[in-house]
């Protein structure tokens, strides 16, 4: 029997190994160097509470991605807790299981996100509504329009960020809610980003289309602005759990705890995979590899024949950008809701709440208790908050010890009115590497060491990391199916796994950084 190798149980990885064992006789055996499965998309679990680590939402148009997700956890049947208790209505599936009673089911929830910035709440993504104009007032919102028109008259060639984002939104705008942000996020400024980022997280939207979304009837809105989508229970790590537990139970295999060291083959043709684990080095058969794993750490660890020492360079220096999350549990928050949107203990409804104030270092607030009430250990009494922070490892930021980065994170959230530190009764901090593929510096040289990957014939990169590429977890998931298919029908040419997440309506939020979602 023939054994695939696949590096990493993420989204991709997972999926690969779910793909191989329903569709081929190949043998999965997954490496994670972690203690869990899900990558970026676990749920951390904190004193009966769940984080999910940088929000995940499981939305997506490929209907075949939907039926994995639905072969693993089933859509609910009866409404979840908050939605019983408020007698808000929901998307119920004929015959699906009861929230209530039952652990495994995918619950239909109500996106909102908005923007907070100078006091005020703004539309996410960018939508010129009756709030937003208000909040904007008659002056600001003139130089928007005249700005727009004159990037309409004169459009920018699109070298940059900076450029691709002026064109659609014009220079006011741009520097009114993308510029500060994205430098908040990235590290750096939208003109120091490659135009090609623009062009795979930000299509289809522009004032334009934030206009046109306000006479829009039901049905007819484009994935950047859906209202509703799937979510796991207790989070997203419980969908890849489960699928990994699937995995095991069809004869797969997943080693955690294990480091890739070194992979072994000659010329263009990999034989084996070398780990690290606990109880000492092994070395894994492998007659194909599938790679989820930064190309930065992947590219060292190949047989030294294979890249160039131009590509072994530029690998080494691709940027990334990582990820700090802070829990916060408190009894009360200062923030109220002024919607038309019930909820417990009247909380704002939102996902995510974008901090756009520059003197903030937090980039985004996610309300736990509006994605799933059971991610909090006790909704009626509690808010559970997610505080989001960008960093770079070894930056002040990400070196800061736990207890002073969590009092420095408090006290953001008390300089905003949100809360006031006395009402926090529980805290934790959590850092996630390589979060991001980042894309400047030495991503512009990205081509060339992708042309020589593909040349290794059994080597297929997937995912986020394993392409260098800001996917969601759909598209991880369809670069893993398609590299699949290629192994089965003995394709070459890996073009396909790498033209996932090039068309427009895969796209969802829009902005400096958008959300993570699905």
Same mark, same amino acid.
């Given at each position: 029997?023939?054994?695939?190798?696949?590096?990493?149980?993420?989204?991709?990885?997972?999926?690969?190994?779910?793909?191989?064992?329903?569709?081929?006789?190949?043998?999965?055996?997954?490496?994670?160097?972690?203690?869990?499965? $899900?990558?970026?998309?676990?749920?951390?679990?904190?004193?009966?509470?769940?984080?999910?680590?940088?929000?995940?939402?499981?939305?997506?148009?490929?209907?075949?991605?939907?039926?994995?997700?639905?072969?693993?956890?089933?859509?609910? $049947?009866?409404?979840?807790?908050?939605?019983?208790?408020?007698?808000?209505?929901?998307?119920?599936?004929?015959?699906?299981?009861?929230?209530?009673?039952?652990?495994?089911?995918?619950?239909?929830?109500?996106?909102?996100?908005?923007?907070?910035?100078?006091?005020?709440?703004?539309?996410?993504?960018?939508?010129?509504?009756?709030?937003?104009?208000?909040?904007?007032?008659?002056?600001?919102?003139?130089?928007?329009?005249?700005?727009?028109?004159?990037?309409?008259?004169?459009?920018?060639?699109?070298?940059?960020?900076?450029?691709?984002?002026?064109?659609?939104?014009?220079?006011?705008?741009?520097?009114?809610?993308?510029?500060?942000?994205?430098?908040?996020?990235?590290?750096?400024?939208?003109?120091?980003?490659?135009?090609?980022?623009?062009?795979?997280?930000?299509?289809?939207?522009?004032?334009?289309?934030?206009?046109?979304?306000?006479?829009?009837?039901?049905?007819?809105?484009?994935?950047?602005?859906?209202?509703?989508? =799937?979510?796991?229970?207790?989070?997203?790590?419980?969908?890849?759990?489960?699928?990994?537990?699937?995995?095991?139970?069809?004869?797969?295999?997943?080693?955690?705890?294990?480091?890739?060291?070194?992979?072994?083959?000659?010329?263009?043709?990999?034989?084996?995979?070398?780990?690290?684990?606990?109880?000492?080095?092994?070395?894994?058969?492998?007659?194909?590899?599938?790679?989820?794993?930064?190309?930065?750490?992947?590219?060292?660890?190949?047989?030294?024949?294979?890249?160039? #020492?131009?590509?072994?360079?530029?690998?080494?220096?691709?940027?990334?950008?990582?990820?700090?999350?802070? $829990?916060?549990?408190?009894?009360?928050?200062?923030?109220?809701?002024?919607?038309?949107?019930?909820?417990?203990?009247?909380?704002?409804?939102?996902?995510?709440?974008?901090?756009?104030?520059?003197?903030?270092?937090?980039?985004?607030?996610?309300?736990?208790?509006?994605?799933?009430?059971?991610?909090?250990?006790?909704?009626?009494?509690?808010?559970?908050?997610?505080?989001?922070?960008?960093?770079?490892?070894?930056?002040?930021? =990400?070196?800061?010890?736990?207890?002073?980065?969590?009092?420095?994170?408090?006290?953001?959230?008390?300089?905003?009115?949100?809360?006031?530190?006395?009402?926090?009764?529980?805290?934790?901090?959590?850092?996630?590497?390589?979060?991001?593929?980042?894309?400047?510096?030495?991503?512009?040289?990205?081509?060339?060491?992708? #042309?020589?990957?593909?040349?290794?014939?059994?080597?297929?990169?997937?995912?986020?990391?394993?392409?260098?590429?800001?996917?969601?977890?759909?598209?991880?998931?369809?670069?893993?199916?398609?590299?699949?298919?290629?192994?089965?029908?003995?394709?070459?040419? #890996?073009?396909?796994?790498?033209?996932?997440?090039?068309?427009?309506?895969?796209?969802?939020?829009?902005?400096?950084?958008?959300?993570?979602?699905?």
């Amino acid at each position: 029997m023939q054994t695939a190798i696949i590096i990493g149980a993420g989204p991709a990885g997972l999926t690969a190994a779910y793909e191989l064992l329903k569709t081929t006789d190949i043998h999965p055996i997954l490496v994670e160097q972690e203690a869990f499965v $899900g990558g970026l998309a676990r749920t951390m679990h904190h004193n009966g509470c769940h984080i999910d680590v940088g929000g995940h939402r499981f939305f997506t148009k490929d209907k075949q991605i939907d039926a994995i997700w639905q072969d693993i956890l089933p859509l609910q $049947g009866k409404p979840a807790y908050d939605d019983c208790l408020l007698k808000r209505p929901c998307t119920l599936q004929d015959g699906g299981p009861d929230p209530e009673t039952t652990d495994d089911v995918l619950l239909s929830r109500t996106r909102l996100s908005r923007i907070l910035y100078d006091g005020h709440f703004f539309s996410y993504p960018v939508t010129l509504g009756a709030e937003t104009i208000e909040n904007l007032g008659p002056s600001r919102l003139f130089s928007i329009l005249a700005s727009y028109l004159a990037a309409c008259a004169h459009p920018k060639k699109e070298k940059s960020l900076e450029d691709f984002l002026i064109n659609r939104f014009g220079r006011k705008l741009y520097e009114l809610f993308f510029r500060d942000y994205t430098y908040k996020v990235w590290g750096r400024y939208p003109s120091d980003i490659d135009a090609s980022w623009g062009s795979q997280r930000i299509k289809g939207v522009s004032i334009c289309k934030a206009l046109s979304h306000i006479f829009k009837k039901d049905g007819e809105q484009e994935t950047s602005f859906i209202d509703t989508f =799937w979510y796991p229970k207790y989070g997203p790590g419980q969908l890849w759990e489960a699928m990994g537990q699937r995995i095991e139970a069809k004869g797969g295999i997943i080693i955690k705890n294990a480091k890739v060291i070194q992979l072994l083959g000659t010329k263009d043709h990999l034989t084996g995979v070398t780990i690290e684990t606990p109880g000492g080095e092994r070395t894994l058969k492998a007659d194909f590899v599938f790679s989820s794993m930064p190309i930065a750490e992947l590219a060292p660890a190949l047989p030294k024949s294979m890249l160039t #020492k131009e590509a072994l360079a530029i690998a080494k220096a691709l940027p990334y950008r990582d990820f700090i999350t802070v $829990g916060i549990l408190a009894d009360k928050i200062d923030l109220t809701n002024e919607t038309d949107r019930p909820t417990l203990g009247n909380i704002p409804p939102d996902c995510w709440i974008y901090i756009q104030e520059p003197q903030i270092h937090m980039g985004r607030l996610q309300i736990f208790n509006n994605w799933s009430p059971y991610l909090v250990k006790d909704p009626l009494h509690q808010v559970w908050l997610g505080l989001e922070y960008f960093a770079r490892e070894g930056d002040p930021l =990400w070196q800061m010890k736990d207890d002073a980065f969590i009092e420095m994170a408090e006290g953001e959230l008390e300089a905003m009115g949100i809360l006031s530190k006395r009402h926090v009764k529980d805290a934790v901090r959590y850092r996630v590497k390589k979060a991001y593929p980042a894309y400047f510096d030495a991503y512009e040289d990205f081509p060339k060491i992708r #042309k020589e990957l593909d040349k290794i014939t059994n080597l297929y990169c997937i995912g986020r990391n394993g392409q260098h590429r800001y996917n969601n977890m759909d598209h991880s998931m369809r670069t893993a199916i398609e590299a699949v298919r290629n192994l089965k029908e003995h394709l070459p040419d #890996k073009e396909n796994v790498w033209n996932v997440n090039i068309k427009p309506d895969y796209q969802e939020a829009k902005k400096g950084m958008d959300e993570h979602g699905n």
